[in-house]
């Protein structure tokens, strides 16, 4: 069996070879994640589950996060394979590689962050936070989002949090929830001289 994988591999061209590459490691990539997501969902501490994704840093690369590029990888091998073996040309098959990719990865885009909306607005009352204390879990830049962790209702959760300030809120900083903006936390840096319940 393994002989006879060996000889169809063998047999390929660069593009077929590179469309079976893209493939196994999508997948494998797709399901390593899988399995942190997984068992990091149930580290305190961690993000949760799934819908976190292991993208969560920021928008930017939560877009091109390890699942978007898992999907864009598996989906288009397995349609470059696909449409080699149909059409026989090495400019369709990459064509439908390149555009089923694109699809796959902006699907998987949608899913996360709609999971991630309904975590975020699901049983969690964000309005409970304000008052509470929490770590800067990504700097909170001046007139930008970061992330924080807090515990809310019993759950650490990573949230994310802006400031009103005009500094930026580095990694590790102790602060103090001032506010809700819609799903995100308003934070401001934590005063030691403030009194519990003021």
Not at 58 to 77: E, K, P, V
Not at 114 to 135: F, R
Not at 147 to 159: A, F
Not at 166 to 193: C, D, F, M, Q
């Amino acid at each position: 069996m393994i002989d006879s994988f060996l000889t169809y591999v063998d047999e390929l061209n660069v593009l077929q070879t590179c469309f079976l590459a893209a493939m196994t490691g999508g997948g494998l990539l797709f399901l390593i994640e899988i399995i942190i997501s997984t068992i990091g969902g149930g580290m305190e501490g961690q993000p949760d589950g799934l819908v976190q994704d292991l993208g969560t840093s920021d928008y930017a690369f939560r877009f091109f996060s390890l699942f978007s590029i898992s999907a864009f990888m598996f989906t288009g091998g397995c349609f470059g394979m696909w449409s080699y073996s149909f059409f026989d040309s090495n400019i369709a098959a990459l064509l439908i590689a390149v555009v089923t990719g694109v699809g796959a990865s902006i699907l998987i885009n949608f899913v996360t962050k709609a999971m991630l909306k309904l975590q975020t607005s699901g049983n969690v009352q964000m309005e409970n936070a304000v008052g509470q204390t929490a770590i800067v879990y990504l700097k909170v830049p001046a007139g930008g989002k970061g992330q924080v962790e807090i515990t809310l209702q019993g759950r650490k959760k990573i949230i994310s949090a802006m400031t009103d300030g005009s500094e930026e809120i580095p990694t590790g900083t102790k602060v103090k929830v001032t506010a809700v903006n819609s799903s995100t936390l308003v934070v401001t840096r934590y005063n030691n001289e403030t009194k519990e319940g003021e």
